[in-house]
């Protein structure tokens, strides 16, 4: 049977605390179906969305949920994957770069600076993803920062949704996962 | 963390404070600079003092408290032209809450000697008590003492004019925030070497080589009437301001 992706996400977050941290484990198949349904959702809710991506690069994700007729002027990203690419370009309005994602503590700083600038009431910030943060640093590091950010964000009232992928998150950082976040969303395919 | 705060006076732990305005800042220091304290903001060049003091001036500013600008290193005009890139600084606040003086030219029309003699130190150190009276100003940014240090000369002039600086701005109430240039790659608190001993506070700022990229950071290493945090911070130069960040203890470790 296939799955609801949209509605498992919306239900979920729509269910979760003001200032839950939800983690957001995928299936690879439905990641982009999952991040869509995150920022759709975020859209309709009438929040800001601080939209951190070690992914894909923030101009791709952009196009793509364009062409899906997602709504994204709700978006603000910290891009941490378009400058080791080469793909930054022109500057961007609702873009800050980070120039890798092995920066850490820039990625905090910059969402600092989005916070600054958008304010906190009624924000969420979504990081996509883990599983490729985990490429580039290594856990202990991983697991400091995921504590602060999510912490220092839930004590502003603010949502944090974390992606990860299945198949390419360590067994280690789901422990993580599941001891700094409040709750769990689980898209798998169901078949 | 929120990164601003209204900048003004507060009592936190029954100690009167000048907020820095930089909310995360305030919180490392228990609410703020105790009122009438001399901070030495130290650091080489590129790594933040005269922006981030002149935050702090704004934020009081615009909290309704008068400050002075004190430049010993460049021109007015060009601290005025680079301050006018951050969204903290409010143009309209100069000359009425915010005064900007070049102490060159001061030193100039007071006629004093391009090393300082010892009457030298009592007339500019009695002319700036009087341009803080004046202005009514609770707040002095000096950028930087160490342009003044070198007219001084002498380490132990230096230090006797840094304790004579210190104490004349607390009796009158101002709190007075001093940069200090270090030369990069050296782990000094001052110039001379003797300004730390007599200032009631420093706050170091470096850069740290993390995993090849280069990161500002920020420690308060000595606040004279309050308790604060040690910690280092990683903190960014943004047109709103100064943003600060705990640094992760795998960057400190190098990981």
Redesign the interface.
Known sequence: MAVDVERVVRTSLEEAPPNAAVALMSDLNFYFQTMKAVVDWAGKAGKKMVYVTSTIPSSVIQQQLEAEGVEVGHLYFVDCISFIVGSTGEEKERTIYVESPTMLENIMLKVEAWLKQIGTKNVVLFLDAMNTLAMHNDEKALSEFSYYLVNSLRVRQIQTVVLSIHEQTPEDLEVVLKLVCDSGIDVHDEG | ????SEASESSAGGVARAKTGITSLDSILNGGIPKGNLVLLTGACGTGKTTLALETLSNAARAGEHGVFLSTTEPVSRILENAATYRFFDKATVGKTIHFVDASSAFESLELESVFTPKNVDEALAWLSKTVKEKKATRLVIDSLTGICYRVGKPELVRDFTFRLGRELGELGCTTIATVETPAGVMAYSTFGVEEAVADGIVLLGNHD??G?L?RTLQVVKMRGTTHSRARY???L?S??V?????????MRG?
Request: aromatic share 4%.
């Open positions: 963390m929120a990164q601003t993390a995993r990229y990161l990683v903190i960014d943004t709103h301001g943003i600060m960040v705990p640094m992760l203890k795998a960057s990981e």
